[in-house]
């Protein structure tokens, strides 16, 4: 199936695009459609037709297609263009969680012991992700699934972590970090019919914070990583049951 041959999809495109920061809104437009499972792996993803869906010209499409090859969600192939790239295999997810696993304790373990600043956004950032994950937990109660809370959702959990990478005083790591975290929107294709580790999260979250606040000098990065391999296994099984 083709994005040319499946109008529906490009539906969800459609309606045009402010001109301030328009790459950046393409980006996040694709990437919503790439996220709901309107297109299906392998689809071809036509540059010029979705630049006449969103009303653009097919520079800034071409753009947001260089930074989603990079989270892995698209491929390119010479001559042929862009598709849909297919879910992580359990594989390569557990791959993916080996390398978060080592950024996050090292930034972790770097960042003790936390400044009263830093704990304090931590705090912040916990119960930020916590009110978003109370909305995502009310959505599934009531049977919806909404793309767009999701990303919200995602975003506030990236939000939590960035705050230890941002203390952690060490600018590679960060970069890593980056580096990685958008290669983590393929894990997020699992989760398009809501995210069933919300609760968990939030405790563990809650726990890498505590961690952080206490005296012990080797909870945090053991709240850390116990949080991440939890994080990891659920993964893993939500992608074998596909």
């Not at 809104?25 to 694709?30: D, G, L």
């Not at 036509?46 to 989270?71: G, N, W, Y």
């Not at 996050?104 to 012991?113: N, Y």
Request: contains cysteine; proline residues 5%.
């Amino acid at each position: 199936m083709t994005l040319e041959a499946a109008p529906r999809g490009l539906e969800a495109l459609a309606g045009g695009v402010e001109r301030r920061g328009l790459r950046d809104h393409v980006y996040e437009r694709i990437l919503g459609l790439l996220l709901s499972g309107e297109v299906a792996p392998g689809a071809r993803l036509s540059i010029d037709t979705i630049a006449r869906q969103l009303q653009v010209s097919p520079t800034p499409v071409r753009e947001a297609m260089v930074q989603l090859e990079r989270t892995g969600l698209v491929t390119r192939e010479a001559l042929k263009g862009y598709r849909v790239a297919p879910p992580l295999r359990p594989s390569q997810l557990r791959e993916l969680f080996d390398a978060r696993l080592m950024l996050e304790t090292t930034a972790t373990r770097l960042a003790t012991p936390a400044t009263p600043g830093m704990v304090g956004e931590l705090r912040a950032a916990q119960q930020a992700h916590r009110a978003v994950g109370e909305r995502v937990m009310a959505a599934m109660a009531a049977g919806d699934s909404d793309v767009a809370l999701t990303t919200a959702y995602f975003a506030a959990d990236a939000a939590f972590h960035r705050v230890v990478f941002d203390h952690c005083g060490n600018h590679y790591l960060s970069e890593m970090s980056d580096t990685l975290g958008a290669q983590l929107h393929r894990m997020r294709q699992a989760a398009v019919h809501g995210v069933t580790d919300v609760r968990e999260a939030i405790a563990e979250h809650e726990a890498v914070v505590e961690a952080f606040a206490g005296d012990d000098p080797d909870a945090p990065e053991q709240a850390m990583r116990r949080h991440v391999q939890l994080v990891g296994e659920r993964s893993l099984a939500a992608a074998r049951a596909e």
